[in-house]
């Protein structure tokens, strides 16, 4: 019961305070250039050189979910068809006229991390004696979007449409191993203490090779979508929107691989083996959500 009263007084007076600001409220303006302004004089809707940014929304929208269900991990399904036709990327918008704006998004990961094992010293005096292996991990991306978006209404609720096109460029997680232990004619299978992770579709070397290296696919894309949604704007200059886009993406993978190194009786060496997956490309078209988000959307 004190969820739903917590609820209630959060709802109440936000639904108070927007039917105040609308209450006197004068809409002005064009078709091309509208305006829309609250009691107190603000303009409500973009205007022409204003910039926007928006921020998903949907972790709001799952934490109002749980208090409702008192459950976890709720999510606002009825918005998301989520799609690889539709990338995840911060996204700014500058309005060159109150109707229209160009959109520019991108998103940039990298990433890098090392971890260190500990494992018995084969070559130690004493069980107590370790040394570690080293694991590193790297990967990274970079998409790119651009777009054009309109907008139709002059009041608080606007429909929005346009269409965008992005490309992008990810190198997926590569593994790299220093072990403790080396290989030696005496110790051809030596202690080690860090995991190994070999790409799927290869073929696993017989016991006695270890992996120094794993890479795995470096991908490129590019793609175009349209979406129509709305923008419902509950204060000046801020909003909450949702849209549905449909497009059409095409995804290159390169080759995985994974080398192993081994001791080689005949050329009384460690020696390397590599082997790799096979390269492809795929291509998506469908419905979708962008970033699978309900956004809050601000003007400035």
Known sequence: ??????IWALVLPLCAYAQEETTSSQQTGTDSEPSFKNKHGQEVLPQQGDWSVGIGASTALTYVGNIFTGGTNNNADWWQ???STSPIVIQGKYMVSGTTAYKIGF???FYNNVSYYDVMDDNGSSPDDYVQDKLSRTNSSVTLLAGIEKRKGSGRIQGVYGADVFVNFSASTSYKYTYGNEITETN????TGAPSFPV???TIPSQGYRPS?????????AGAYGFIGVEAFLFPKFSL????TWGVSYSDSGASSNTYEAWDSQSNSVVEYTNASNSGYTINAGIGN???QVTANFYF
């Open 1 to 6: 019961m004190i969820k739903y009263i917590l």
């Open 81 to 83: 068809y989520q799609s």
């Open 107 to 109: 998103n940039l990961n």
């Open 188 to 191: 051809q299978a030596p202690s």
């Open 200 to 202: 799927g579709g290869t």
């Open 213 to 221: 290296q794993t890479k795995n696919s470096t991908n490129w894309g």
């Open 241 to 244: 929107g949702g849209k549905f």
């Open 290 to 292: 962008v970033g699978g």
